[in-house]
């Protein structure tokens, strides 16, 4: 067997690796969760979860990390905060460097680095991130206390969200470039049963506009090309995941148009010995809850290959 | 997450110890309810080890001081704020990794 540091090393401790991690110290695999920022990836930001299996009553993203964390930790996970400057994942020992100079070997990876906020695209996005333009409505919702905003997106995240803004703006519009919500039939219910949201469907989100003080409105254009300007002083963005593969050594590895890694149904990469599992995945359908099937999916693939190389 | 290791600050606290501080200062801005500044959180208290004596890092929870975000236009968390001789020298908003971070303190130094 190809000696190194740990038989596993888990990149991201979102529900992916969290569920991987689980795994892995359940197998008693000599392993390591290195994680950024703090466990719970994506999970952390969202506002509140009702789709996760288990929790009857609903559970918030900031209670669903604490708990998968503290799942994995009660059989001994080894989690490790640092960040990662490069990674060779080809041959049979794969090579981690950190930042803090230290080098980890591993002989199996499992990449679980998921994704960031999708951008619009237009102009002011990146001129006034932080005033006004929002990709998280949990963190800067409340900063919008009776004030008008937008949220811009159709799917479950940007429905989601335009509920939870509900409770301090005074009005929420929500922007969608198609005439159908992608959202849940539940979730779109309560935002159409809302008094204080409305829907701008098949629109599209110019330009964001402001000043020194930050966001003053959006300029929209509708599917027949007339143009108009809305007045908020919010635009929180849930327009899907951009993949956080800044540091994957891309070359070696197969991705699909958009940069997620493609694996086949065992979450194994075209590298052996590598294995992805959640959003960080080339699918369909980025839920939490298939982020933790993938991670556990993972992890045994992961074994399976251990087992054979001893 | 509150954090032990690092020093919470007030409105009323805020000149005294930022602005007229020896020090440069760095301010984390944040709120219990903000999972990105629990993300960060863990890299702020090593950061304040690490920066000790050259730059001081305190938290200010928004929720309970609405004073000093207000002034400083801020209306996103986490936003962090560096501050030297009663400036802004420089911002970031959202969580940002260690280097990123690492890279603004040194601004200041």
Redo the contacts between chains.
């Keep these: 067997m190809p000696k190194a540091d740990y038989q596993l090393v888990i990149i991201g401790g979102g529900p992916a690796g969290l569920t991987a991690g689980l795994y892995a110290a359940r197998a008693r695999l000599k392993t390591v969760l290195l994680e950024r920022g703090a466990l719970g990836g994506q999970v952390l930001t969202c506002d509140w979860v009702d789709n996760y299996p288990g929790f009857a009553e609903g559970v918030s993203g900031f209670d669903l990390s604490d708990k998968m964390a503290a799942h994995a930790s009660r059989f001994g996970l080894e989690t490790k905060i640092c960040e990662i400057t490069s990674l060779d994942l080809r041959g049979d020992v794969k090579t981690i460097h950190l930042d803090d100079g230290e080098r980890l070997t591993a002989q199996a990876v499992i990449i679980c680095t998921g994704g960031s906020p999708g951008k619009l695209g237009v102009p002011g996005e990146l001129e006034f991130a932080g005033k006004g333009v929002s990709y998280c409505a949990t963190c800067d919702g409340p900063f919008y206390q009776g004030q008008e905003v937008a949220v811009v997106g159709g799917g479950n995240t940007a429905i989601q969200e335009a509920l939870h803004l509900n409770k301090f703006a005074s009005k929420v519009t929500v922007i969608h470039r198609r005439q159908e919500l992608r959202a849940t039939k539940i979730v779109q219910e309560k935002a159409m049963a809302s008094p204080l949201i409305d829907f701008l469907l098949d629109t599209r989100v110019q330009a964001i506009t402001g000043g020194a003080n930050g966001v003053t409105g959006i300029l929209l254009e509708d599917k027949s090309g007339s143009r108009s300007t809305l007045a908020v002083t919010g635009v929180f963005i849930f327009i899907g995941v951009t993949p956080n593969n800044q540091l994957l050594p891309l070359t070696d590895l197969e991705t699909d148009e958009y940069g997620f890694i493609v694996t086949d149904t065992e979450m194994k990469t075209s590298l052996p010995g590598v294995f992805a599992a959640g959003d960080i995945r080339s699918k369909s359908f980025r839920q939490i809850v298939n982020a933790a099937g993938e991670g556990a999916t993972a992890e045994l693939s992961a074994e399976h290959y251990l087992a054979r190389l001893a | 997450?509150a954090s032990d290791k690092v020093q919470h600050i007030s409105d009323g606290e805020f000149e005294s110890k930022i602005l007229k501080g020896a020090l440069p200062c760095l301010v984390d801005f944040w709120?219990p309810?903000?999972?990105?500044?629990?993300?960060?959180?863990?890299?702020i208290d090593?950061l304040a080890a690490e920066f000790e004596g050259k730059v001081q890092i305190v938290k200010m929870n928004v929720?309970d001081n609405p004073a000093t975000p207000g002034k400083y236009?801020?209306?996103?968390?986490?936003?962090l704020i560096l501050f030297k001789g009663g400036e802004v020298v420089d911002q970031i908003?959202?969580?940002v990794?260690?280097?990123q971070l690492t890279a603004l303190l040194n601004k200041a130094t």
């Design positions: 997450m709120a309810w903000c999972g990105p500044c629990k993300a960060i959180a863990p890299v090593e929720d236009g801020i209306r996103a968390i986490p936003t908003t959202g969580a990794g260690k280097s």
